[in-house]
């Protein structure tokens, strides 16, 4: 990751900076990395991409929007969480400890 340019969704840093257990020294580790990554919000097309997504195949509502942000932006999504993400066409995953 280091020598690549990331974007990141601001619902992911909201996942993970709000996770109630989060420890002090991870928090000051990932609002530094955040600061470092390019923040993509969420818009009206990306909810459109999400609700044909849950429409065609129940998910979540949170991987419906990380994975409909991915399409609009053609972007990649690296997660070990691959599972929730299989089913959908023209989507690229990368699993980071599987590698």
Known sequence: LKSKDITVLLIIKLEVLGYHG???KDQIYF???FKKCELIGIDSLIIETAINLRQFKSMSL???IIAATAKEHSLTIVTANTKDFKHIENLEIINPIAV
């Open 62 to 64: 949170g991987d419906a």
């Open 22 to 24: 989060l420890y002090e």
């Open 31 to 33: 609002e530094t990395f």
